[in-house]
């Protein structure tokens, strides 16, 4: 049995505990049914800001997506007619990553 993370009970007790002031910023996002790992990462954004470098090279390389945060990238691309390395400099990740993709769900 696959164990989903409850990041929506993660981040409210963040903010209760640590940064009640976020809370009004973080709310549209919090209000939704399902958490991306896009949200996921924008909330991690407001809540604690921009990462230093070093923390953010650490950060990048435990990440993970999703099926569908995949093609959520995949249909960014496609809508505002990005090349893949414009997407991959906005995802941070390599435009190798973004054509991997690319191969892999729309053919």
């Known amino acids: 049995m696959i164990k989903i993370v409850d990041y929506k009970r993660i981040f409210f007790?963040?903010?209760?505990?640590?940064?009640?002031?976020?809370?009004?910023?973080?709310?549209e996002l919090l209000s939704k049914k399902n958490l991306s790992?896009?949200?996921?990462?924008?909330?991690?954004k407001k809540i604690f800001g921009v990462p230093d470098?070093?923390?953010?090279?650490?950060?990048?390389?435990?990440?993970a997506y999703t099926r569908s945060s995949i093609l959520?990238?995949?249909?960014?691309?496609k809508k505002y007619r990005l090349n893949n390395s414009q997407v991959a400099r906005h995802f941070k990740t390599s435009r190798h990553?973004?054509?991997?993709?690319?191969n892999r769900y729309l053919i």
């Open 13 to 27: 007790d963040i903010l209760d505990k640590k940064h009640p002031e976020k809370k009004e910023i973080c709310q």
């Open 37 to 44: 790992v896009l949200d996921i990462i924008e909330l991690n």
């Open 53 to 63: 470098a070093d923390t953010a090279a650490f950060n990048q390389g435990h990440r």
């Open 72 to 77: 959520q990238i995949l249909d960014y691309q």
């Open 97 to 102: 990553t973004i054509r991997k993709w690319k």
